[in-house]
């Protein structure tokens, strides 16, 4: 019997994040919510608070009018949302957590993949209470990383602990691309085996070129529900790519549960407004060994050299990498995923720039050490780094910090008072009320008229063929007739 494996698509969330910064316009997005829906996808990723920011105040669009237009084109697919314990640099109140949940399930939305920074089960615990309770399945991320302490007893007591929480499924997610094939193969049976028979998915990236490897050693170990992007969205820094997955996929005896016609469509589609834009390609990279060592994210290395650039040592870059790796040995190996990769990289950048480690700190390091940013990390940290961290006057002052637990009614009043709808109130918390009235004052989103799905273009497109004196377009109710004519030339 042969066995399916089926495909989440991350095409207009993972995909845009790790390629075009959120850069995505709603536009750009709507005209393909129905090529989606009939693409045979298990689920399409869709929205994430960490978008808002972005949406709200650079693009001046709103993410809820963007969810409930894509969610009119998906109406068999299920939606799924993304959501972890902490943004960037901030903590945010469970309030805060709790209402996005249910503005989420209101537009439609059916499934929330929830991450915690330290896989730590207590903080799955929550926010799973929380997703059930607005109605939305809750996937918990098991999230991979590279140290002497992520082992594979580590990741069976995990998967254990994920499994006791009764998720709908668990993901075994690759942030960083630092799955190898080797470690697949080792992997996956641990994971399943201690799953308690709770569906496992994979989530991994191109960022050392191993991706489509990784994928395909996991469906011959037994995962066979895995996360993919539709060209130029795949691949780089961003998520393998559906045909390939599928293809060698398929060449291995399975049969990959995909209609694809409308996914040649959407790549279309993206592949227009990327050259339109002059948005990154995504593109498969060569094996990147040192990536394991330093395990920086991809935006994050561009991020670091800025800094460095604006001080003028652009060349030290490779000198701050490996100082990385030294301070996340130093902080306890934490997994680098948001918003510990931040503090590991802005802390080796700062030792870097200032030429003494450690004489200046980050607010945000300080609250490692205190253990606000998770107890295990101050439990790890190296006492001696430690010891000096927290020996700073504003150590001492931010250990009497408390992270928020304000409610929704003290929201309310501090952001307007109880005429705010839910939405409202999110965006002004996540973006700022100035730059909300912004957006507002910019009006609704603007249709993408150059879309290769758009009339326009399609008109245009077809008065290029040289062979073709007549072009109609009829449908009910509506009739387009165009005819090429030779021009008169007259003979003074």
């Known amino acids: 019997m042969t066995t399916h494996v089926r495909f989440v698509d991350t095409t207009v969330r993972d995909g845009q994040q790790s390629l075009w ?101 207590a903080q799955w615990r929550w926010r799973v209470q929380q997703a059930r309770k607005a109605g939305l399945d809750p996937i918990v991320n098991l999230i991979f990383s590279v140290s002497p302490r992520h082992t594979d007893e580590y990741y069976a007591r995990k998967a254990r602990e994920a499994a006791a929480l009764k998720v709908f499924r668990i993901c075994l997610k690759d942030p960083g691309g630092l799955l190898t094939p080797e470690r697949t193969r080792d992997l996956v049976p641990v994971v399943l085996g201690s799953s308690g028979g709770i569906p496992v998915e994979l989530h991994t990236h191109c960022t050392t070129g191993l991706g489509l490897l990784c994928c395909l050693e996991a469906i011959q170990g037994g995962i066979t529900i895995i ?42 589609h993206f592949d227009h407004i990327a050259k ?73 950048a700062i030792n870097v720039i200032v030429g003494e480690r450690y004489r200046q700190v980050t607010d945000q390091v300080i609250k490692y050490a205190l253990g606000f940013w998770g107890k295990e990390g101050a439990a790890l940290m190296d006492p001696e780094v430690k010891d000096r961290i927290l020996s700073s006057p504003r150590a001492k002052e931010l250990a009497l910090w408390e992270p928020p637990q304000t409610s929704l009614k003290e929201l309310r009043e501090k952001l307007g008072g109880p005429g705010v709808s839910d939405e409202d109130l999110l965006l002004r918390f996540f973006a700022g009320a100035d730059h909300v009235k912004a957006m507002r004052a910019a009006g609704p989103y603007k249709r993408d008229a150059d879309s290769p799905s758009s009339l326009t273009h399609l008109i245009e497109e077809l008065l290029k063929q040289k062979t073709h004196r007549q072009v109609s377009i009829q449908k009910a109710g509506f009739s387009v007739r165009l005819e090429k004519r030779a021009e008169k030339i007259s003979h003074d």
């Open 21 to 121: 910064a959120y850069g995505m316009r709603t536009g750009m997005m709507v005209p393909v919510a129905g090529l989606l829906d009939s693409a045979g996808f298990d689920a399409i990723e869709l929205g994430t608070p960490m978008e808002i920011r972005k949406c709200v105040r650079e693009l001046r669009e709103n993410p809820w009018e963007r969810h409930r237009l894509m969610a009119r084109g998906i109406k068999k697919t299920p939606l799924r949302a993304i959501h972890g314990s902490f943004s960037e640099f901030e903590i945010f109140p469970p309030s805060v957590h709790q209402l996005w949940d249910e503005c989420v399930v209101a537009i439609g939305f059916r499934q929330v993949r929830i991450s915690d920074c330290w896989n730590d089960p």
């Open 276 to 348: 339109r834009e002059g948005f990154p390609m995504g593109m498969p990279v060569e094996y990147d060994h040192y990536q394991l060592i330093h395990q920086v994210p991809g935006g994050m290395i561009s991020n670091l050299r800025h800094q460095l650039c604006r001080v003028g040592m652009e060349s030290r870059l490779s000198e701050t990498l490996e100082e990385a790796a030294r301070v996340r040995e130093e902080f306890g190996y934490p997994i680098m995923v948001t918003p510990l990769s931040q503090f590991v990289g802005s802390q080796a």
């Open 227 to 268: 996360n993919t992007a539709i060209p130029p969205l795949a691949e780089a820094s961003s998520n393998p790519s559906v045909f390939d997955v599928a293809k060698n996929a398929r060449s291995l005896g399975f049969d990959p549960v995909m209609n694809e016609d409308p996914v040649q469509s959407i790549a279309g």
